[in-house]
């Protein structure tokens, strides 16, 4: 039997995506310097410390809001900060549905094949849905939530 799968979101609970949140921060959204930033974010000691954590006796799937086309930048990210390695599930490039509903929809996908244990996220929406279906989930409330991220998350349907 294969271990049982943890689900680790990037921004915000392994990723610091605070410095990049100025782009999207106001009237003027510049969404491509936003993406374009994620091989610069520094990594959350307290994310770092819960994957690592669960690695021990799971597998890791990063399930991130991150559009497609940054799937490299990422990559090569987490290679570089020596995170444990694991499969990377992204939204679709001009997806644009809010995170509550993109995640739960490539949960249940997953979860076909799968049992998933935990699924560790900071956006509150998307602990809400993903609690109301029936899925563990882990709060990261190690970063505090910037207004401008929620937003992203939740009304742009961005990260």
């Given at each position: 039997m294969p271990p049982p799968l943890a689900v680790i979101d990037l921004d915000g609970v392994v990723a610091d995506v605070r410095p990049r949140l100025q782009f999207v921060t106001g009237r003027k959204r510049d969404w491509d310097a936003f993406f374009a930033g994620v091989g610069n974010d520094e990594v959350l000691p307290e994310g770092r410390a819960v994957v690592e954590r669960l690695a021990g006796d799971h597998e890791i799937v990063y399930l991130t809001g991150r559009p497609e086309r940054?799937?490299?930048a990422t990559e090569d990210w987490l290679a570089r900060h020596r995170l444990p390695r694991g499969r990377l599930i992204m939204r679709r490039d001009g997806d644009r549905r809010p995170a509550r509903v993109v995640k739960p929809a490539l949960l249940r996908t997953l979860a076909r094949n799968r049992r998933i244990d935990v699924v560790v996220d900071d956006d509150a929406d998307v602990c809400a849905a993903l609690t109301a279906a029936g899925w563990p989930v882990l709060r990261a409330?190690?970063?505090?939530?910037?207004?401008?991220l929620r937003t992203a998350q939740e009304q742009q349907g961005r990260t």
């Open positions: 940054t799937r490299t409330d190690w970063m505090p939530a910037p207004e401008a």
